[in-house]
């Protein structure tokens, strides 16, 4: 399909000038399968973190704030062979559709919003971002929601709340969705994520649980912070899972090296990555991207 938007430039003006453009181009835009053939593993690239106010990556506080460059670095990503699609907030999927970089590719709207990063409501993770109906809509692929759980807060029971109703009306509509547990603490008044593998397999366990049916959830869960754990962990549940990027550190080779590991499991279908890939050290995107295909065991089949 030729991009509505041809340019960055001419995204600027087609928003202001003519909003239902974006509702064309979701009406217009190829569709594929989510898994297209058995044994098949995604890949799958992030943007949604920007929704959040989550705009650092290393030690560079405002890497993800130019969104030019952002959308510059997703449409080279996409274009990569083996490169199956996007997870992003509506603001960066609405882009990437005018800009036709979605064709052909699975599109994942992120969910829930609400608990910006750094507020002392970050745990009552309110769904401020893609609605059930809005995905079925804009005719998108698949959802995805965050659950951080801390004993200590009772904003955490909302979420829990929030998250069980939506995986409901996701299975409703027949649409996957992909939920990323984690159990958490404050810890000097920051929120961290527990990595430790018990409170993995934790986390896993309670996701999985979620709802009236479990027939359209996947997982998305991160490698524990003893790799070697990750198949006692990941016998948590029978659900499909994929591995979340998150950050990797200067030692990309390593993130890899556990990466690649823990897709040999069976449960594991694929790698969702985002700042690791789009902003890699070395600044070189598509290499960053390529060597992650070449983790799921496919090569460039795309």
């Not at 399909?1 to 003519?18: D, F, G, H, Q, Y």
């Not at 902003?279 to 460039?300: C, F, I, K, N, Q």
Request: glycine share 8%; with cysteine; proline share 5%.
């Amino acid at each position: 399909m030729t991009p509505i938007a041809s340019s960055l430039s001419a995204l600027v003006k087609l928003r202001a000038e003519r909003p239902e453009a974006v509702a064309e181009a979701a009406a217009r835009r190829k569709r594929r399968r989510l898994v297209r053939r058995p044994g098949d593993r995604l890949m799958i690239v992030a943007a949604d973190h920007p929704a959040r106010g989550a705009l650092a990556v290393g030690d560079r506080s405002f890497a993800m704030a130019n969104r030019f460059e952002l959308l510059e670095r997703l449409r080279l990503a996409l274009s990569r062979p083996g490169v199956d699609g996007v997870l992003a907030s509506a603001d960066v999927l609405d882009d990437l559709l005018l800009l036709g970089a979605l064709e052909d590719k699975v599109v994942m709207g992120s969910m829930n919003r609400g608990g910006l990063a750094g507020a002392a409501f970050e745990l009552d993770d309110r769904f401020t971002g893609h609605r059930p109906d809005d995905l079925v809509r804009h005719g998108f692929d698949a959802g995805k929601l965050l659950l951080r759980i801390d004993h200590d807060d009772p904003g955490s029971l909302n979420t829990l709340h929030a998250a069980a109703r939506t995986i409901d009306a996701m299975a409703a509509h027949r649409l996957p969705v992909f939920v990323e547990p984690f159990l958490c603490r404050r810890v000097d008044g920051r929120l961290r994520n527990d990595l430790a593998p018990a409170a993995v397999a934790t986390s896993i366990a309670i996701a999985s649980g979620l709802a009236g049916t479990s027939a359209y959830t996947w997982l998305k869960v991160p490698v524990t912070d003893e790799p070697e754990a990750m198949a006692r962990v990941m016998e948590a549940s029978t659900l499909p899972a994929v591995l979340l990027g998150g950050e990797v550190g200067d030692d990309q080779d390593a993130a890899y090296g556990r990466w690649r590991d823990a897709l040999r499991l069976p449960t594991v279908r694929g790698l969702v990555a985002g700042r690791s890939l789009l902003y890699p050290a070395d600044g070189d995107v598509a290499h960053a991207v390529d060597t992650a295909v070449s983790l799921l065991g496919r090569g460039e089949e795309g």
